[in-house]
């Protein structure tokens, strides 16, 4: 598993400066400001691109944003999405021959990698992130925003030459500076960081990932580019007798994310199975989004314009129904047809949306105190973005510093962590490692793994010190591996191929005329191969009830390449584990 590179190159820091960062963590937290300074400019240049596109390409009035607009000229609406999504495709069609490999986003370069990102990389996901929101197309911005800001801080560490622990906190840093100021919440920010890039809380990485987001937030205000606070009416306090309805909606909206995860997994293979090429497919998923846009422009964009636009409006029951069920449609059709971007934006309007759907519903419950729609808004959204993209208490500090008011702050995180249990009860993904799963990697969240996949059975392997052949006699076995020469001794067949292993200390008690080693075979049929990581391993050995395994180079060809053992492999695994827990703690 090779580690992303770059073909930009590096700068050459002078040795003295380098060795301040890796030795001073006074040193290291301004280069995280750095990082936060960075990021923010990037949401900025991503923020003015898009804007641009969306207002000449869609003809909006001066103010408005595209997801806010009452209605859209019905051929910009349809027309932008497709050629937008043709064009994207265009460039899938011609990376593919230039760079093949998957780009990396930061939760798989902090899992696998230590926090190896290629700048140029993360350029592309940005530029192709912003291009798809910009011709309308229903996907979050946190995609670009995140990668742009990470990928800037994984090459700055790269060429600081940071240890992995260190670049690993540093590309959270990025990432958290580039949440915060798109969203002008620092701690929002912070905990994305956190919660979703580096995956482990410690008081060792707080303080960096907590500069890099103020930097990145004073960076976005200073430019004029901070997001004003949501305008939504809620109570003073939220009475103790109505968190059951609460713990209620988080529950729906962990069902409700797990639907649309679904449905969005369900189209890409609908794609897949219908043998469209995948340069064609943003064509036609931009042209579900145009129709929708020209039912609603609500469905369009990620959303974030018209969730501060609507927030607060009490729509009819059906129509925040259609208006929520166009939004999931389009978001779905958006991501499976091969626009780039994420949920995290667009599950915010939806669960808004959602939200007030959920009102309406429990409205007409007896024994329900009515409680206001905007309270059902909010909730619902932090509940459902908790439920796609993980990270509860990401979403409960986002709907503290977007509404200012503290008194709900406690019904939100109640939600939050309903909505995040639930989907990881009955799903056991959030959207991101869900993807991961289909591609077959095995990532649940952004803590550190890749030390587990380097550390393979190729690796740990010693030399068979013993081989015999299925059909010596067991007199002949006992006077060639008498007992003390070796534990196990692996059988191979006059070709060379392994048929099991056999153990000196049972030929020593098996008695009997014409009886031989292949009478006392074991585990003919597991074994392991050299490219296996150690879980995977651990995993086999549980399955054989086996204390040692012999490690084989293919299963057709099955020639004996070592033999390891299980109690070997759990030191090695235990080893690594203990030293990773110190890197964080600090020890």
Same mark, same amino acid.
């Given at each position: 598993?090779?580690?992303?590179?770059?073909?930009?190159?590096?700068?050459?820091?002078?040795?003295?400066?380098?060795?301040?960062?890796?030795?001073?963590?006074?040193?290291?937290?301004?280069?995280?400001?750095?990082?936060?300074?960075?990021?923010?400019?990037?949401?900025?240049?991503?923020?003015?691109?898009?804007? &641009?596109?969306?207002?000449?390409?869609?003809?909006?009035?001066?103010?408005?944003?595209?997801?806010?607009?009452?209605?859209?000229?019905?051929?910009?609406?349809?027309?932008?999405?497709?050629?937008?999504?043709?064009?994207?495709?265009?460039?899938?069609?011609?990376?593919?021959?230039?760079?093949?490999?998957?780009?990396?986003?930061?939760?798989?370069?902090?899992?696998?990698?230590?926090?190896?990102?290629?700048?140029?990389?993360?350029?592309?996901?940005?530029?192709?992130?912003?291009?798809?929101?910009?011709?309308?197309?229903?996907?979050?911005?946190?995609?670009?925003?995140?990668?742009?800001?990470?990928?800037?801080?994984?090459?700055?560490?790269?060429?600081?030459?940071? +240890?992995?622990?260190?670049?690993?906190?540093?590309?959270?840093?990025?990432?958290?500076?580039?949440?915060?100021?798109?969203?002008?919440?620092?701690?929002?920010?912070?905990?994305?960081?956190?919660?979703?890039?580096?995956?482990?809380?410690?008081?060792?990485?707080?303080?960096?990932?907590?500069?890099?987001?103020?930097?990145?937030?004073?960076?976005?205000?200073?430019?004029?580019?901070?997001?004003?606070?949501?305008?939504?009416?809620?109570?003073?306090?939220?009475?103790?007798?109505?968190?059951?309805?609460?713990?209620?909606?988080?529950? =729906?909206?962990?069902?409700?994310?797990?639907? /649309?995860?679904?449905?969005?997994?369900?189209?890409?293979?609908?794609?897949? +199975?219908?043998?469209?090429?995948?340069?064609?497919?943003?064509?036609?998923?931009?042209?579900?989004?145009?129709?929708?846009?020209?039912?609603?422009?609500? =469905?369009?964009?990620?959303?974030?314009?018209?969730?501060? #636009?609507?927030?607060?409006?009490?729509?009819?029951?059906?129509?925040?129904?259609?208006?929520?069920?166009?939004?999931?449609?389009?978001?779905?059709?958006?991501?499976?047809?091969?626009?780039?971007?994420?949920?995290?934006?667009?599950?915010?309007?939806?669960?808004?949306?959602?939200?007030?759907?959920?009102?309406?519903?429990?409205?007409?419950?007896?024994?329900?105190?009515?409680?206001?729609?905007?309270?059902?808004?909010?909730?619902?959204?932090?509940?459902?973005? #908790?439920?796609?993209?993980?990270?509860?208490?990401?979403?409960?500090?986002?709907?503290?510093?977007?509404?200012?008011?503290?008194?709900?702050?406690? =019904?939100?995180?109640?939600?939050?962590?309903? =909505?995040?249990?639930?989907?990881?009860?009955?799903?056991?993904?959030?959207?991101?490692?869900?993807?991961?799963? &289909?591609?077959?990697?095995?990532?649940?969240?952004?803590?550190?793994?890749?030390? /587990?996949?380097?550390?393979?059975?190729?690796?740990?392997?010693?030399?068979?010190?013993? /081989?015999?052949?299925?059909?010596?006699?067991?007199? #002949?076995?006992?006077?060639?591996?008498?007992?003390?020469?070796?534990?196990?001794?692996?059988?191979?067949?006059?070709?060379?191929?392994?048929?099991?292993?056999?153990?000196?200390?049972?030929?020593?008690?098996?008695?009997?005329?014409?009886?031989?080693?292949?009478?006392?075979?074991?585990?003919?049929?597991?074994?392991?191969?050299?490219?296996?990581?150690?879980?995977?391993?651990? #995993?086999?050995?549980?399955?054989?009830?086996?204390?040692?395994?012999?490690?084989?180079?293919?299963?057709?060809?099955?020639?004996?390449?070592?033999?390891?053992?299980?109690?070997?492999?759990?030191?090695?695994?235990?080893?690594? &584990?203990?030293?990773?827990?110190?890197?964080?703690?600090?020890?």
């Amino acid at each position: 598993m090779d580690a992303p590179t770059d073909p930009a190159g590096f700068l050459q820091v002078p040795r003295l400066l380098r060795a301040l960062v890796r030795a001073d963590e006074v040193w290291l937290a301004m280069l995280a400001a750095v990082v936060g300074v960075l990021a923010g400019f990037g949401v900025v240049l991503i923020n003015a691109f898009t804007s &641009l596109m969306h207002r000449y390409l869609f003809a909006l009035a001066p103010g408005h944003g595209l997801s806010d607009s009452l209605s859209l000229d019905p051929l910009r609406a349809i027309a932008v999405p497709m050629l937008g999504g043709l064009v994207l495709g265009l460039s899938f069609w011609v990376l593919a021959r230039f760079r093949p490999k998957p780009l990396v986003d930061p939760i798989e370069a902090n899992a696998l990698y230590g926090g190896r990102m290629s700048l140029t990389d993360s350029l592309i996901v940005a530029a192709q992130t912003a291009w798809s929101n910009g011709v309308g197309a229903s996907v979050g911005m946190e995609a670009g925003y995140a990668q742009l800001g990470s990928g800037v801080a994984s090459w700055l560490g790269r060429n600081f030459r940071l +240890r992995r622990n260190d670049l690993r906190t540093l590309v959270g840093c990025g990432a958290a500076a580039a949440i915060a100021g798109a969203f002008n919440a620092p701690l929002c920010g912070a905990f994305y960081g956190i919660e979703l890039i580096i995956g482990i809380y410690s008081v060792m990485t707080l303080p960096f990932v907590v500069i890099a987001a103020l930097a990145g937030t004073l960076t976005v205000q200073i430019l004029g580019f901070g997001a004003p606070p949501l305008d939504v009416t809620l109570p003073a306090s939220v009475p103790h007798e109505d968190y059951g309805i609460i713990l209620i909606e988080g529950v =729906a909206c962990g069902v409700a994310g797990i639907v /649309i995860m679904r449905g969005v997994t369900l189209i890409e293979a609908a794609f897949r +199975r219908s043998g469209i090429p995948a340069w064609l497919r943003p064509l036609l998923g931009g042209a579900v989004v145009g129709l929708l846009g020209c039912v609603t422009p609500q =469905a369009m964009s990620s959303g974030h314009s018209a969730l501060h #636009a609507y927030i607060d409006v009490a729509f009819p029951f059906l129509v925040v129904t259609g208006l929520f069920l166009a939004k999931a449609t389009a978001s779905a059709f958006s991501i499976g047809a091969g626009f780039r971007g994420g949920l995290f934006f667009a599950s915010l309007f939806l669960g808004a949306l959602f939200g007030k759907v959920f009102a309406g519903v429990v409205s007409i419950a007896p024994f329900v105190t009515p409680l206001p729609v905007g309270l059902y808004a909010v909730v619902g959204m932090s509940g459902l973005a #908790a439920a796609i993209v993980g990270g509860p208490m990401t979403m409960t500090c986002l709907a503290l510093e977007t509404t200012q008011n503290f008194s709900v702050t406690m =019904a939100v995180l109640a939600a939050a962590i309903v =909505a995040t249990i639930t989907v990881r009860r009955l799903f056991g993904y959030s959207f991101a490692t869900w993807r991961f799963h &289909l591609r077959g990697e095995q990532i649940r969240s952004a803590v550190d793994v890749g030390w /587990i996949h380097a550390l393979t059975v190729g690796r740990m392997m010693r030399a068979v010190q013993a /081989i015999a052949r299925p059909e010596t006699s067991l007199k #002949a076995f006992r006077q060639d591996v008498p007992l003390g020469a070796t534990q196990r001794v692996v059988v191979t067949d006059a070709a060379g191929k392994y048929v099991g292993i056999a153990y000196p200390a049972e030929a020593a008690v098996v008695t009997g005329e014409g009886r031989n080693v292949g009478d006392i075979l074991h585990h003919q049929d597991y074994f392991l191969l050299p490219g296996m990581n150690v879980k995977e391993a651990l #995993a086999i050995f549980e399955t054989a009830e086996a204390d040692a395994l012999a490690v084989l180079d293919g299963s057709e060809a099955r020639r004996v390449l070592g033999l390891l053992t299980e109690q070997y492999a759990l030191r090695r695994y235990n080893e690594e &584990l203990d030293r990773r827990r110190r890197e964080v703690s600090g020890e």
